[in-house]
């Protein structure tokens, strides 16, 4: 069974650079996809980024694919999401997971959710 744990929350101002990071433990994310997920207050649940198994293939939600990124190290088994010129509206609990199917992971739900970081833009 893999455990996720974000890192890199908090207060950022608006058009500032911040980058989340997820480390994976119990399973390696060579053998799963991975994804970035978000919540605001009062919002359903968003599906942001996803890449597959190994770190090749990317997905992206067409509200952030021009402003965030996802990426790997393999080495450390560490996937990131770069958030740039992040706005107000951003703000929410940024969700890392995983899923052995990348289908499910951005279709349906994914397997294994992460604590949550918070994420708060300021303007």
């Known amino acids: 069974q893999v455990q996720l744990v974000e890192s890199g929350g908090g207060l950022v101002q608006a058009g500032g650079p911040l980058r989340l990071s997820c480390a994976a433990s119990g399973r390696t994310f060579s053998s799963l996809a991975m994804g970035w997920f978000r919540q605001a207050p009062g919002k359903e649940r968003e599906f942001l980024a996803a890449?597959?198994?190994?770190?090749?293939?990317?997905r992206y939600a067409d509200s952030v694919k021009d402003r965030f990124t996802i990426s790997r190290d393999n080495t450390r088994n560490i996937r990131y999401l770069q958030m740039n010129s992040p706005k107000p509206e951003d703000t929410a609990v940024y969700y890392c997971?995983?899923?052995?199917?990348?289908?499910?992971?951005?279709?349906?739900?994914?397997?294994?959710w992460g604590q949550g970081t918070q994420v708060t833009v300021s303007s």
């Open positions: 997971t995983a899923d052995k199917s990348l289908h499910n992971l951005v279709v349906i739900a994914p397997g294994t």
């Open positions: 890449i597959i198994r190994g770190g090749g293939s990317t």
